[in-house]
């Protein structure tokens, strides 16, 4: 297991160096931008995982309370049954995943749906989508 860890906090600070392509956002109280990397899609079969950061424009408080202004996900999109999932997410303490990170978790969630016309559905739309040029 820590091994995994490792190899997901080498990823974590791979993808923060990378381009990152503004998805969407949220205005009010809990303002954000989302971001993704379409050239971080792994494929396999009908899933697809695929980082995305979600930048804060006000501190969030999660683990035990600590504040944080942008989190690092790893999701896994089920583009045969429209469903989706968070593999690894990081917090951290500055804007674009920069800054100390707060917390790290590397629990899968379970299998959420895809809801239509959601920022959710425009990643999904993109990790399912998305054509690589080799």
Not at 18 to 38: E, R
Not at 114 to 130: H, R, V
């Amino acid at each position: 297991m820590k091994k995994f860890i490792l190899i997901i906090l080498l990823l974590l600070s791979n993808s923060v160096s990378a381009t990152w392509i503004y998805v969407g956002g949220s205005d009010g109280q809990n303002s954000f931008n989302l971001y993704t990397n379409p050239t971080t899609l792994r494929r396999t079969s009908h899933t697809v995982q695929m980082w995305y950061l979600k930048d804060n424009l006000s501190a969030q408080h999660g683990y035990m309370g600590a504040e944080y202004l942008s989190s690092l996900s790893l999701g896994e999109y089920d583009c045969a049954n429209l469903k989706f999932r968070v593999i690894a997410i990081s917090y951290h303490s500055k804007n674009m995943a920069d800054g100390e990170t707060i917390h790290l978790d590397t629990n899968p969630t379970t299998w959420s749906d895809i809801s239509p016309e959601s920022i959710g559905k425009a990643l999904f739309d993109i990790a399912c989508n998305f054509k690589t040029t080799t």
